[in-house]
């Protein structure tokens, strides 16, 4: 486990299917996901329950001091770079703007830099979501750059922006 103010992320099982999908399932949630959690279907998650599995990904499940499961963080290694990670996060939308997204990704950051002593970690977020880019910022991530239309959501194509960390960036931010 891993432990942040407030809050502990622990390994999905399978028996955080259905919470995962009642707290991503939401219109909202999704047009900031990215794509990249992609709860369509609680059938699509059973089915692919694998995939919060894999070795390449680790997801957790992000539970708040009185025990309830309000979102996901995930990291995983880059393809190219041994060192460098890339997170994401999905909190449900009942519990935006509570702190939990800043102190879960504060304590995958720490965890990412000391235990698997990480250069760099990024990620990518949807451009109109404001909320997600200052508390990244808050966290210590540099805007590095866009991705014109990446995502598609409900009709429209949406921009991404690069943001990442370096660990020096981390050291001095602790």
Do not use: P
């Not at 432990?3 to 399978?14: M, P």
């Not at 399932?25 to 369509?40: C, H, Q, R």
């Not at 998650?45 to 309830?68: C, D, L, P, R, W």
């Not at 830099?113 to 990518?124: D, I």
Request: aromatic letters at 16%.
């Amino acid at each position: 486990m891993i432990y942040g103010k407030g809050l502990y992320l622990r390994e999905v099982v399978k028996e955080d299917i259905d919470r995962a999908y009642e707290l991503c399932v939401n219109d909202d949630v999704l047009k900031y996901d990215g794509g990249y959690t992609s709860f369509a279907s609680k059938e699509y998650i059973k089915e692919n329950y694998k995939y919060f599995q894999m070795k390449s990904k680790k997801n957790y499940a992000i539970v708040n001091t009185k025990g309830i499961m309000v979102g996901i963080i995930s990291y995983r290694k880059s393809n190219y770079v041994s060192d460098v990670y890339y997170i994401g996060i999905c909190i449900g939308r009942k519990y935006w703007r509570m702190g939990y997204g800043e102190n879960s990704i504060k304590a995958m950051l720490r965890y990412l830099f000391k235990n698997k002593k990480a250069h760099k970690v990024e990620l990518e977020v949807v451009e109109d979501n404001i909320a997600a880019i200052n508390c990244y910022k808050k966290c210590g991530f540099i805007e590095e750059g866009k991705r014109r239309q990446k995502y598609y959501f409900k009709g429209i194509y949406l921009d991404t922006v690069l943001m990442g960390i370096l660990e020096e960036e981390y050291k001095k931010k602790e």
